[in-house]
């Protein structure tokens, strides 16, 4: 969990009872295990209100492949670039035409700039 190893966690305690001190540290840990156990009962309460929402479509994603860790940007071009049937392309956008400048400024319109963003 987080890359925590025992030679981490033995540290980090090293450091509580110095910097907290033996009077104050079992409030703290008390404290911490509280905080950990409501954040895993709000995780289960998610997962199970998912569960509810999605019915049987719940059980059947594959979660690993929705994790963005696995994202590699030189993999999904690859797999894009490769792909046997390309997406079909969206249609040209439709454009208006255009009066002249001397034309818009006689109607009492504002300048227009095409190319502004």
């Known amino acids: 969990m987080f890359g925590l190893t025992f030679d981490k966690l033995l540290v980090i305690g090293v450091l509580a009872i ?5 009077e104050r540290l079992p409030k703290y840990a008390a404290g911490l295990a509280r905080l950990v156990k409501g954040i895993r009962k ?4 998610a997962k199970e209100r998912m ?3 999605m019915g049987d479509e719940f059980d059947e994603v594959d979660w690993r492949t ?3 860790r696995q994202y590699d940007p030189r993999r999904i071009i690859r797999d ?7 997406p079909v392309s969206a249609p040209a956008p439709v454009t208006t035409p255009r009066r002249p ?3 818009r400024a006689r109607a ?4 227009y700039d ?4």
Do not use: C, I, K, Q
């Open 80 to 86: 894009a670039l490769l792909e046997e049937n390309p």
């Open 51 to 53: 569960r509810e929402e």
């Open 108 to 111: 009492g319109l504002a300048p």
């Open 42 to 45: 709000m995780a289960s309460g």
């Open 101 to 103: 400048r001397a034309a």
């Open 114 to 117: 095409a190319e502004a963003t």
């Open 18 to 22: 110095f910097l907290l001190g033996p």
């Open 66 to 68: 929705l994790d963005p």
